[in-house]
């Protein structure tokens, strides 16, 4: 603003300069006043550094709590939907928790898998696809938490409870796992893998040919990557994959396309098997 002069007005002691150096005062303050209520920045909805668009996200799910909180908990508690509850066994009646000595291991949440179970302990019968391998052979006394946690003289089978059966491959899996797949099954940090009765042709690829018997293919976390060819199975194990574990076996370098064929687990620990309801 342009510094306005007083040398030039008057200022006798009737107070006519004063007067007119007040209306000269008005005359160039009120218009610039008005100009700024005209074009008052309305700041309610603006944040630095952003528009009303920052604000709402900011104010919705911002860092600085209040009730935008609440819709980033209700959305985090979405994305922990496939999570397990907790890093306990379920317990329960066999035929609603799906495993035998009536402790479920993957996939813990009933409500959100009912239909659904890992199943942890051992089985000394070879192999996961011959007919005698998918028939329980020591009346399900079998299990992590049974009295034959080794699996003596049990197939795979015997690891799950009555009206359930070990599940049979990638599709009987998505069509039991409400979400299609093997989210949640345990937690990250926990050691484990629940195999189906499957095994794969040489090209890593499971297929409905009973003779394919390459790696044991599952959920879970130990093992290796999946190659994609047995959706929505996520994890594998070959020989050398079981030798490591010191709990699965799985033959040896003679064995390299028939692990699924020859799997025993003499032990309770690092998973078993995936159980589907009938």
């Known amino acids: ?13 009737d ?12 005359g160039l303050i009120l218009p610039v006043a008005t100009a700024m209520v005209g074009c008052r920045i309305h700041t309610a909805g603006l944040v630095a550094g952003g528009g009303t668009d920052d604000f709402a996200q900011a104010d919705a799910g911002g860092d600085d709590g209040g009730a935008g909180d609440g819709l980033g908990e209700s959305d985090a508690s979405g994305d922990d939907a496939g999570e397990p509850a907790d890093l306990a ?11 035998s000595d009536g402790t479920r291991d993957g996939f813990r949440d009933l409500g959100t898998w009912p239909r659904i179970a890992g ?3 051992g089985w000394q019968v070879a192999g996961l696809l011959a007919k005698y391998s998918r028939t329980p052979l020591c009346n399900r006394i079998a299990g992590n938490s049974s009295e034959n946690p080794e699996g003596a003289g049990c197939s795979a089978a015997d ?27 345990v937690s990250p940090e926990e050691q484990a893998l629940f195999v189906v009765m499957v095994g794969a042709s040489p090209q890593g690829v499971c297929c409905p040919d009973p003779t394919a018997a390459n790696d ?15 959706p929505p199975l996520d994890r594998r ?3 050398a994959e079981c030798a490591a574990t010191g709990v699965w076996q ?29």
């Open 1 to 13: 603003m342009s510094r306005v002069s007083t040398a030039s007005f008057p200022t006798g002691g």
């Open 15 to 26: 107070g006519r300069g004063r007067s007119a150096l007040a209306k000269v005062l008005v």
């Open 89 to 99: 066994p379920v317990v329960g009646d066999p035929t609603t928790v799906g495993c």
């Open 119 to 121: 199943c942890a302990g």
């Open 159 to 185: 690891l799950c409870a009555l009206t359930w059966h070990t599940c049979l491959d990638g599709p009987d899996v998505a069509s039991h796992s409400p979400t299609g797949d093997c989210q949640g099954i």
């Open 216 to 230: 044991l293919h599952g959920c879970g976390t130990i093992g290796e990557p999946d190659s994609g060819g047995c």
């Open 237 to 239: 194990m070959g020989f």
């Open 250 to 278: 799985c033959g040896d370098e003679d064995s390299i396309f028939s692990e699924a064929d020859v799997v025993t687990k003499p032990g309770s620990s690092l998973g078993g098997v995936l159980c589907c309801k009938d």
